[in-house]
């Protein structure tokens, strides 16, 4: 009996991994498809490829066009996650220390960029921008980028607090330090993984992000998702293909920076 329940169980492992795989694949496919295109000879996104060159990066980083939607797209995601990861850091802070009537609200409430359909969002923030003349502006992309990484600070530095001990406060104060100083010396290097974790999401979210800047951006705030955009509906050039390898590599090592964090974050949780 046992040998069988043995053999089931294997056999539902197999199953389990080759279904795993193959979602993987599945998932991966599309992405590794267009890495190859960038190397391609030939003026059109198509396979077999005709030849392997570097002309379209050529023509991607000696491009004026391509160059400024770089630049549009590192500027207001930097700023974008500063303020993102401030504000998030705050509330997830003060909902872990405080409890009050209608805080699971407010907690959903703070979420709530992330479940609302982005097009819903780009509309409604184009009306609510429109009478302060905030369309059009970097100003403007980059506060409707910081709500949009906002909620990934707060469950990220919240997922850090909940394995916090708070007699380390207790302790920081009781010693007479300041509320300032604990939360400077004693807390924020606990959950510095956690916050910077965070603001790592809250940017590559602002960097891949397309609808809200086709609603409220202009011609002097075209980031680099839009410029592909437009690109694939004017003129399909293997240029993209580059330009999306790029990102491609730039999503990558935010993962490999976000891993790393994390793993500090449970080393220093281990130790604490």
């Known amino acids: 009996m046992s040998g069988a329940i043995t053999g089931t169980e294997k056999a539902w492992r197999v199953v389990?991994?080759?279904?795993?795989?193959?979602?993987?694949?599945?998932?991966?496919?599309?992405?590794?498809?267009?890495?190859?295109?960038?190397?391609?000879?030939?003026?059109?996104?198509?396979?077999?490829?005709?030849?392997?060159?570097?002309?379209?990066?050529?023509?991607?980083?000696?491009?004026?066009?391509?160059?400024?939607?770089?630049?549009?797209?590192?500027?207001?995601?930097?700023?974008?996650?500063?303020?993102?990861?401030?504000?998030?850091?705050?509330?997830?802070?003060?909902?872990?220390?405080?409890?009050?009537?209608?805080?699971?609200?407010?907690?959903?409430?703070?979420?709530?960029?992330?479940?609302?359909?982005?097009?819903?969002?780009?509309?409604?923030?184009?009306?609510?921008?429109?009478?302060?003349?905030?369309?059009?502006?970097?100003?403007?992309?980059?506060?409707?980028?910081?709500?949009?990484?906002?909620?990934?600070?707060?469950?990220?530095?919240?997922?850090?607090?909940?394995?916090f001990d708070r007699t380390l406060i207790r302790a920081g104060l009781s010693l007479g330090a300041s509320p300032i100083r604990v939360a400077r010396s004693v807390v924020f290097p606990l959950i510095a993984p956690g916050v910077i974790f965070g603001g790592l999401f809250a940017f590559s979210v602002s960097l891949e992000e397309v609808i809200t800047v086709l609603f409220i951006g202009g011609p002097n705030q075209r980031t680099l998702p839009r410029e592909m955009f437009s690109g694939i509906r004017e003129n399909i050039s293997p240029t993209i293909a580059a330009a999306a390898t790029i990102m491609i590599v730039l999503a990558v090592l935010l993962l490999l920076s976000a891993e790393f964090l994390r793993r500090r974050s449970s080393r220093l949780q281990a130790k604490g």
């Open 16 to 163: 389990l991994y080759v279904v795993a795989i193959g979602g993987f694949f599945f998932l991966v496919a599309p992405i590794l498809a267009i890495v190859p295109l960038s190397f391609n000879d030939g003026q059109f996104l198509t396979y077999p490829l005709r030849g392997v060159s570097l002309r379209w990066y050529e023509d991607f980083f000696f491009s004026g066009t391509w160059m400024s939607s770089i630049r549009n797209s590192l500027i207001i995601g930097v700023v974008a996650a500063t303020i993102a990861t401030f504000l998030g850091t705050l509330a997830a802070t003060g909902l872990w220390l405080a409890d009050f009537p209608g805080k699971r609200f407010i907690s959903a409430f703070l979420l709530a960029p992330m479940i609302v359909p982005m097009v819903i969002y780009a509309v409604g923030l184009y009306f609510y921008f429109a009478p302060f003349d905030l369309t059009a502006t970097f100003t403007g992309l980059i506060l409707a980028h910081a709500v949009l990484g906002t909620p990934f600070v707060v469950i990220t530095v919240t997922a850090t607090l909940s394995g």
